[in-house]
C-alpha cells in the first residue's frame, strides 16, 4: 500500500503545513491531542463552534497544531483569556489546553476562581511533572525526592494534588488518565465536552527528556510500561487520596462528576430577578 | 457608523470624570469589562457593573490585574469591545498583556486614573507619573496611543475617541486620566446617538480560504475574524507571519516589529489631537496635559496680565508625542515651559523634539496634589527673559 492513500483519522483537525511538531520523542503532549481530536470526532460537535486556548510551555503549544480557532497567550492567562472569549461568544465551547505549571503555578490564582465561579470550560492539564519548555526545572506538582535542574539535591517542597484542589475550589468534572490510557482519556474528553461548568482533566505524561532521565526512569516506553503497571483506576476516589509520588501508584480514573449552575445561568438568574424587565441579554447585540 | 443608542445617556448631566468615561466607553459600543478594585479608578466599573446589565453586556470583577487586563482580549476575540480600568500598582501588573495586546494586535481600552507613585504611593491623590510607563512600560518594540483628558465632559468625549483610535488601528490605546479628572464633577453633555460617530471593527470580508489573519492591507492595520466565525485562525505573542504562525526568523520579526511601529508613526498626524491658543507670536509656549493643563492656564493669564506672549499648547494626544508640531514651533519660541505631576517625564519629548533650538524648563511636581499657579508663573518668568 502506498502512503499516498493512508489517511489519518485526526488530520483534518491539525494544522498539517505547522508539522513537524516542537515536542521530543516520547513526549506525551501529541498523544493527548491525538485524544482530542478522537473525543472530537466521536463526540461531533461542530468544529467551528470551538475555541481552543493555551499558554505558554511545552503543551502552550497545542493551540499552535489544531485546525480550530486557537489562542496562544501569556504564561499562566489562558484561563481568563478563555473566561473573556466565553462571556462575549457563550455559543462558543472553549477548551484550556496547557501544562501544569503554566496552570498551577503561574496561573493557579485564575484556575481556582474561574473553578469557583464555575466558568463553563473544558481545561485539559497535561502534567509532566515539570518545566519542560525551560529545561527541566521543578514545578508545583513535582514529587517529593525528584531531581530537577532547580531541585537538584532532590525536591523537599510538598507538591500539588491538583484534582483535590480544583474539586475544592468548585470544578464539576474532574479526571485524570496517563497517556497510556488513551481511550479512558478520550472517552473523559468527550463527557467534559458534555458538561456545563467548569471541567478539568489532568493527564500524567511523560517528559523523557528532562524528567525520566534525570530521575532513572528510563525512556518514554518505559514510561508507558511504568504507567502500566502503576496505575489503578478509582473511579469516585476521593481527590484526596489521589496525590502523586514519584514512584508509587498513580491513581486514575473519573474522580468528580456533579452538577451546580455554571457562571452564566447565575448571572442571567440574578439579573432577572433584580432587573426584571430592565434586563438586555447580551445575546441579543452585535458587538461589530 | 453612529452609536448604538442603547449604550447612550442622551442628556446634560453632572458628572465625575469617572462615570464620565463609563459613559464614553458604553456610547463608543463597549459592551464587556473586566475589572479590580483600586483607588482612585473603581467607579469607572462600578458604574459599568450597574448599567451594563440594560444595555446588553457584561462585567466581571476578575482575582487581580493580570486576569481583568487579558479577559478583556479574549472577549475582543469573541466580538466584544471591551476595556478595563486601573491606577497605578494595578496598571504595573497590566503591562504585559499591553505588549499582548501591541503584539496580536487586538483593539482594546487600558484606562489608567493615575495617583501617586512609585509602589502604594498616593492611593487617593494624584499624579502623572505613568506617562512613560504608558509608552515604554511593556517589553520589547512596539507603540501605542495615549490619550489624556482634562475634564469630565473630555473623559466622556475621549473615551469614545480612545475606542475609535483602538479599532481604527488596531492598538490598546491608553486613556490616561487622573486622580483629580477623575473624582472632579462638572456638566458633561452627552449627545444624541446619532451625532456620536463609533469607529467599527475592522472585520473582515473575505472568505475562510482567501483569509490572512495578520495579511495587510496597504495601511498596515490587518483585519480581523472573530472566533466562532469558521476562519480557524490562530493568535499567538509569539512573533508570526501573516498566517499568524510563528515564526522565529529576523525576516518575521522585523517584519512584524517595524509593521506594529509603523502603523502608529504613519498615522501620527491624524492621532495627533493637540489644542493650541496664542502661539503665534508667543515668546514661551507652555505645554502641559491633564488636569495640570487647568492649572497652567491660570498661570498663562497671570503672565499675559504682566505684558507677557505667553502660548498655549495643550497635549490632548500624549503619544504618539507630537514631535513634529513642538518642532516646528521650537523655531518661533525663546523657550517652552512644561509643568507635569512628575519629576520630569514628557519634558523629554518636548526637549528631544525641540532639539536645541528652543531652551525647555520642567515645572516639577512629586504629585499628591496639582501645582500653584505661581510656581509655574515663576517658570514662564524665567524662561521669557
Redesign the interface.
Known amino acids: 500500500m502506498s502512503c499516498d492513500d493512508c489517511v489519518n483519522p485526526v488530520e483534518p483537525f491539525l494544522?498539517s503545513?505547522?508539522m513537524p511538531h516542537i515536542w521530543c520523542p516520547g513526549c506525551g503532549i501529541g498523544t493527548t491531542v491525538n485524544c482530542f481530536a478522537r473525543a472530537l470526532i466521536e463526540s461531533k460537535i461542530d468544529?467551528?463552534?470551538i475555541?481552543l486556548?493555551s499558554g505558554i510551555g511545552c503543551t502552550g503549544r497545542v493551540?499552535?497544531y489544531v485546525?480550530?480557532?486557537?489562542?496562544?497567550?501569556?504564561h499562566?492567562?489562558a484561563i481568563?483569556?478563555?473566561?473573556?472569549?466565553?462571556?462575549?461568544?457563550p455559543?462558543?465551547s472553549v477548551v484550556v489546553y496547557s501544562g501544569d505549571g503554566d496552570l498551577s503555578a503561574i496561573g493557579g490564582?485564575?484556575l481556582i476562581?474561574a473553578a469557583r465561579r464555575n466558568i463553563d470550560l473544558k481545561v485539559i492539564c497535561v502534567n509532566n511533572l515539570i518545566y519542560a519548555m525551560t529545561g527541566g526545572q521543578t514545578a508545583p506538582t513535582t514529587p517529593d525526592h525528584a531531581v530537577t535542574s532547580t531541585s537538584p539535591y532532590g525536591q523537599f517542597e510538598p507538591a500539588f494534588n491538583l484534582p483535590h484542589l480544583v474539586e475544592a475550589a468548585g470544578a464539576v468534572y474532574v479526571a485524570r488518565w496517563t497517556t497510556f490510557h488513551v481511550k479512558q482519556l478520550a472517552r473523559s474528553m468527550g463527557e467534559a465536552f458534555q458538561k456545563k461548568g467548569f471541567s478539568f482533566i489532568e493527564v500524567i505524561s511523560p517528559c523523557p527528556t528532562l524528567y525520566q532521565r534525570r530521575n532513572k526512569l528510563g525512556d518514554g516506553l518505559d514510561t508507558m510500561k511504568d504507567y502500566k503497571e502503576k496505575s489503578k483506576v478509582r473511579h469516585g476516589a476521593p481527590t484526596s487520596e489521589v496525590g502523586l509520588t514519584m514512584t508509587g501508584e498513580i491513581i486514575v480514573g473519573k474522580f468528580v462528576d456533579r452538577d451546580r449552575p455554571d457562571y452564566q445561568s447565575l448571572?442571567h438568574t440574578q439579573?432577572v430577578e433584580s432587573?426584571g424587565e430592565?434586563?438586555?441579554?447580551?445575546s441579543?447585540?452585535v458587538?461589530? | 457608523m453612529k452609536a448604538d443608542p442603547r449604550g447612550v445617556l442622551t442628556g446634560t448631566h453632572f458628572l465625575d470624570g469617572d462615570h464620565a468615561c463609563c459613559e464614553g466607553a458604553l456610547a463608543a459600543g463597549a459592551r464587556f469589562a473586566s475589572g479590580y478594585p483600586i483607588t482612585p479608578s473603581t467607579e469607572v466599573v462600578e458604574r459599568f457593573a450597574s448599567r451594563v446589565p440594560t444595555v446588553g453586556g457584561t462585567f466581571i470583577q476578575m482575582e487581580d490585574e493580570l486576569a481583568a487586563s487579558i479577559t478583556l482580549q479574549g472577549a475582543v476575540w469573541g466580538g466584544a469591545k471591551a476595556f478595563t480600568v486601573t491606577s497605578g500598582p494595578g496598571f504595573s501588573l497590566m503591562m504585559e498583556h499591553i505588549g499582548y495586546a501591541a503584539m496580536t494586535e487586538t483593539p482594546c481600552v487600558f484606562v489608567d486614573v493615575q495617583r501617586g507613585g512609585p509602589s502604594t504611593g498616593l492611593p487617593t491623590l494624584p499624579a502623572q507619573a505613568d506617562m512613560m510607563q504608558a509608552r515604554w512600560g511593556s517589553h520589547g518594540d512596539y507603540e501605542i496611543i495615549a490619550l489624556c483628558p482634562n475634564s469630565p465632559q473630555e473623559c466622556f468625549d475621549l473615551t469614545i475617541k480612545a475606542f475609535n483610535f483602538a479599532e481604527e488601528f488596531r492598538v490598546p490605546v491608553m486613556f490616561m486620566m487622573d486622580e483629580v479628572v477623575g473624582h472632579m464633577t462638572e456638566k458633561v453633555v452627552i449627545p444624541p446617538a446619532d451625532q456620536i460617530e463609533v469607529v467599527p471593527r475592522r472585520h473582515t470580508n473575505k472568505s475562510v480560504d482567501d483569509y490572512l489573519p495578520y495579511g495587510t492591507n496597504g495601511d498596515q492595520v490587518p483585519e480581523m475574524a472573530h472566533a466562532g466565525e469558521g476562519y480557524k485562525f490562530h493568535v499567538t505573542g509569539l512573533t508570526h507571519d501573516e498566517r499568524g504562525y510563528p515564526n522565529m526568523t529576523l525576516q518575521a520579526q522585523d517584519k512584524l516589529v517595524r509593521r506594529l511601529q509603523n502603523k502608529v508613526r504613519d498615522a501620527a498626524d491624524r492621532i495627533t489631537i493637540l489644542e493650541e491658543e496664542g502661539i503665534d507670536g508667543a515668546d514661551v509656549v507652555v505645554v502641559s496635559y491633564g488636569i495640570t493643563s487647568r492649572v497652567a492656564q491660570r498661570a498663562i493669564d497671570l503672565a499675559r496680565q504682566q505684558g507677557r506672549k505667553v502660548g498655549k499648547l495643550r497635549l490632548i494626544t500624549c503619544w504618539p508625542f507630537p514631535e513634529k508640531r513642538i518642532r516646528e514651533i521650537a523655531d518661533n519660541v525663546k523657550a517652552f515651559v512644561v509643568p507635569e505631576l512628575n519629576l520630569g517625564q514628557m519634558v523629554r519629548e518636548v526637549e528631544r523634539a525641540a532639539d536645541g533650538n528652543a531652551k525647555t524648563f520642567l515645572v516639577p511636581h512629586a504629585g499628591g496634589g496639582v501645582h500653584r499657579p505661581e510656581d509655574i508663573l515663576k517658570v514662564i518668568v524665567e524662561a521669557s527673559r
Open positions: 494544522r503545513d505547522r468544529l467551528q463552534s475555541a486556548v493551540a499552535g485546525r480550530l480557532d486557537s489562542f496562544h497567550t501569556t499562566g492567562r481568563p483569556f478563555a473566561t473573556g472569549l466565553k462571556l462575549a461568544n455559543k462558543l490564582n485564575h476562581h448571572m439579573m432587573l430592565r434586563y438586555v441579554e447580551q441579543e447585540v458587538c461589530s
